[in-house]
């Protein structure tokens, strides 16, 4: 069963124009347990009193076992009723929440060879908190990781300085950048311009040794999935997560 637990917010930064990271801690000071993939929900109530709630996926790089801080990236969306509650936290404010919740994990029955990681917007959050078990697996079973994310300029690739210093130290992780509107201002050997199936179709998806994510905007998703499907990936071996904007 989830916890329900308040939320205080420790630190805050912006990664893009439109995009916040927000660290918080539990206000009873308890660690947060997670398994990366999962995401949290956040709990407010609208202008008219009536419940709702949000789901952000847990950003926080851990080492295993319990974090004391809860990270997630947020999309500002016009009008939106989170982004009115979440644009307007200071430092020391505090939010309702629950969570864990979500199967978005690695598996460790996986016997597989390759992971390929697909995200696009916030959608690539999940992938940072899985960094720490992804260097295990590359260690312990020999297992190569090529991370594909997408996005429309540099500004928007989210933790982009992270994954290219993980790139650089791990051996076995690759970083592709898929930029549909303009290069970076000095390009890296792994950008490609493009969307995200560019570098898919250049990885070709082989169904003897890969597994698939596909994380973020639902049109990605769809057409990442029609695509593994006719690369021959069976379809629990194309894990999915879709990022919605709701109002």
């Known amino acids: 069963m989830a916890d329900h637990f308040t939320l205080r917010l420790a630190a805050s930064h912006l ?10 801690e539990r206000a009873d000071g ?17 202008a008219d009193g009536k419940p709702t709630k949000r789901s952000y996926s847990v950003a926080t790089v851990g080492e295993g076992g319990p974090v004391q801080r809860v990270e997630i990236a947020v999309s500002y969306v016009q009008g939106g009723a989170a982004t009115a509650l979440l644009s307007g936290l200071r430092e020391g404010d505090t939010i309702e929440a629950s969570g864990p919740y979500g199967r978005f994990c ?4 996986d016997t597989n060879a390759r992971y390929l990681l697909v995200g696009t917007g916030t959608g690539i959050t999940p992938y940072r908190a899985m960094l720490p078990q992804l260097r295990q697996l ?22 982009d300085a992270e994954f290219r210093a993980f790139e650089a130290a791990t051996p076995g992780f690759r970083y592709f950048s898929c930029l549909s509107r303009a290069a970076r201002a000095v390009p890296h050997a792994h950008d490609r311009r493009g969307r995200v199936q560019v570098a898919l179709d250049e990885l070709a998806p082989d169904p003897a040794r890969d597994i698939a994510y596909l994380c973020g905007n639902p049109d ?9 499907k006719e690369r021959g990936l069976p379809v629990p071996h194309i894990r999915r997560e879709k990022y919605v904007s709701s109002r």
């Open 15 to 24: 990664l893009a124009p439109n995009v916040r990271h927000l660290a918080f």
């Open 138 to 159: 590359i260690a312990a079973r020999g297992v190569e990781v090529c991370l594909v994310f997408g996005a429309r300029t540099e500004a928007e690739l989210l933790y």
């Open 220 to 228: 990605m998703v769809d057409q990442a999935f029609t695509l593994l």
């Open 106 to 109: 690695l598996f460790d029955t």
């Open 30 to 46: 308890a660690p947060f347990a997670f398994i990366p993939g999962q995401f949290l929900q956040v709990h407010f109530l609208y």
